[in-house]
């Protein structure tokens, strides 16, 4: 019932935002633009015929790899980075000029080093989502705090368990924040990696939709399935800040 | 005073470099404390008694003088003397019970049930799968002294260790530590601005003049336990000793 309460303000948004849409395409008699209702009927003979899936399951898996890809590189080299300060001092330029550049910049070497198959959107994602995962990983280390560093210090604990239950643990929620803003990354690319080589996926989809015939109905199909995707993604993602080895962190 | 000697501090000296020169933080300390003594140490605030806590457990060095625990020079901190501090540092990301396992070795078969011993003693049985963050400012001190206690520490060194605390879970944090000191005797080292704190706990009480500190007085507490603060005698001690910190009270 709260919840109802407190999602009523953000449906009466959208349908809103639905109810304009369709008044403006009915008044302007537009004959390209389509109704939401044409985009709903487009959509269910996407899932009929099985092509929809097709799309969403083949970008989920170029995200799934690339994002895990990356999750297994950045959070090793970030701790390592933000423990070892000739690490950080050593590295931190080079990522620091990499990351501002936009992952569609490196879709030409991408495609020059692995063809137009699955490996290049994989490693375009991989790209975009590795750095922000490595520079939220060593903020967390460099950001633990002192007190708890002297704590371990004091019970002289071997090197290994100072990993495991102090240094990793208090850099979870940062690693967590991280891979938040990693995967939303990711899934903005891997439908911008699509619209250029491959025959498969949502960005495909989108692309040949417009370049087939005009189907309007499915470029915004495309683009509402993959808002709400990209929106379960973060519901997945915060479910993690909800562990509660990781609450203190956003308690408060 | 007494017979064995547990910690020495001879001669030490500590400053900081500043932006514009040099703070003069420690002048020069020389004080023994004994074995399974309880010594409180008392000063104007900002007279450097954290720095000095700092230097006696190890996490910092003196620029001369020097820190010996049983006639041993130290070198660093090690959990034969365990820091309790004001604002605590109790792993908010482990249960009240992983917190309490982490200063033993992984290989002590009695681990388990050492904790759960430790929980037990400070009032904490029923709350070891809890976390920090779902604990209130007392309990959380509690665990800080079950986490130290459980790895068998000699020394106790409590830098305001209740002072975060209203003035009512402090008193009653102090008798919780008395009766758990009745029990196994510690060497401890109190620092605190509070005297009430320092005349109804400790054995004697130094107190430190303003920075660069040296020792401008020392008291020892002759008073019986259990103690009551509000007794004649500890009042006289605590006018005297509030005297010494440039404190007059009209009584």
Same mark, same amino acid.
Request: charged residues 25%; neutral net charge.
């Given at each position: 019932m709260k919840l109802l309460k407190q999602s009523l303000p953000s449906i009466c948004v959208l349908a809103a935002v639905v109810a304009i849409w369709w008044i403006t395409v009915v008044l302007t008699e537009s004959v390209i633009f389509p109704t939401p209702w044409q985009v709903v009927t487009g959509t269910l003979e996407l899932a009929k015929d099985g092509t929809l899936w097709e799309h969403i399951g083949a970008s989920l898996f170029r995200v799934g790899a690339g994002f895990g890809i990356a999750v297994l590189f950045a959070i090793p080299l970030g701790l390592w980075m933000g423990w070892v300060h000739g690490a950080f001092v050593t590295l931190n330029p080079l990522f620091q000029i990499l990351r501002p550049i936009s992952p569609i910049a490196w879709i030409p070497i991408a495609i020059l080093w692995f063809g137009v198959g699955n490996a290049s959107p994989i490693y375009l994602i991989f790209i975009a989502s590795v750095f922000p995962m490595i520079v939220q990983t060593t903020v967390g280390v460099h950001t633990i705090e002192k007190r708890f560093l002297r704590a371990a210090e004091n019970f002289g604990v071997p090197r290994g368990k100072l990993f495991r239950r102090v240094v990793f643990p208090a850099t979870l929620p940062q690693i967590i924040v991280g891979m938040r803003i990693g995967l939303g990354v990711a899934w903005l690319v891997v439908v911008a990696a699509e619209m250029i080589a491959l025959r498969s996926g949502l960005g495909y989809m989108i692309i040949d939709s417009r370049n087939a015939g005009n189907r309007y109905d499915l470029v915004i199909a495309g683009m509402i399935i993959i808002g709400l995707i990209g929106l379960a993604l973060d519901g997945i993602m915060r479910l993690l800040e909800g562990m509660k080895s990781v609450r203190w962190r956003y308690v408060h | 005073m007494f017979i064995n000697t547990k910690i020495h501090v001879q001669n030490v000296r500590k400053g900081f470099a500043k932006d514009d020169g040099y703070l003069d933080v420690i002048a020069d300390l020389d004080f023994k404390v004994g074995d399974s003594e309880f010594v409180a140490i008392v000063g104007p605030s900002g007279c450097g008694k954290t720095t000095l806590m700092n230097i006696i457990a190890g996490f910092l060095a003196p620029d001369s003088g020097s820190v010996q625990v049983d006639g041993v020079p130290r070198d660093g901190p090690n959990r034969k003397g365990i820091m309790i501090t004001q604002q605590g540092s109790v792993f908010p990301w482990l249960t009240v019970r992983e917190n309490l396992l982490f200063g033993l070795d992984e290989g002590n078969p009695e681990r388990e049930q050492l904790a759960a011993e430790y929980a037990e003693l400070v009032g904490l049985k029923g709350f070891e799968n809890n976390y920090p963050h779902e604990l209130s400012g007392g309990m959380l001190k509690r665990v800080e002294i079950a986490r130290a206690l459980v790895v068998k520490p000699e020394i106790l060194y409590m830098d305001e260790?209740? +002072?975060? /605390?209203?003035? $009512?879970? +402090? $008193?009653?944090? *102090?008798?919780?530590? $008395?009766?758990? /000191?009745?029990?196994?005797?510690?060497?401890?080292?109190?620092?605190?601005?509070?005297?009430?704190? =320092?005349?109804? /706990? =400790?054995?004697?009480? /130094?107190?430190? +003049?303003?920075?660069?500190?040296?020792? *401008?007085? =020392?008291?020892?507490?002759? $008073?019986?336990?259990?103690?009551?603060?509000? +007794?004649?005698?500890? *009042?006289?001690l605590r006018v005297a000793i509030l005297k010494e910190l440039g404190v007059t009270e009209s009584v």
């Open positions: - | 260790p209740f +002072s975060a /605390l209203d003035a $009512l879970m +402090s $008193l009653r944090m *102090q008798n919780e530590l $008395l009766r758990i /000191l009745a029990k196994e005797r510690h060497t401890v080292l109190l620092i605190t601005h509070d005297v009430e704190e =320092a005349v109804h /706990l =400790a054995d004697r009480i /130094l107190v430190l +003049s303003p920075r660069p500190t040296r020792i *401008q007085a =020392a008291f020892d507490v002759v $008073l019986p336990r259990p103690r009551r603060v509000s +007794s004649p005698e500890a *009042q006289e």
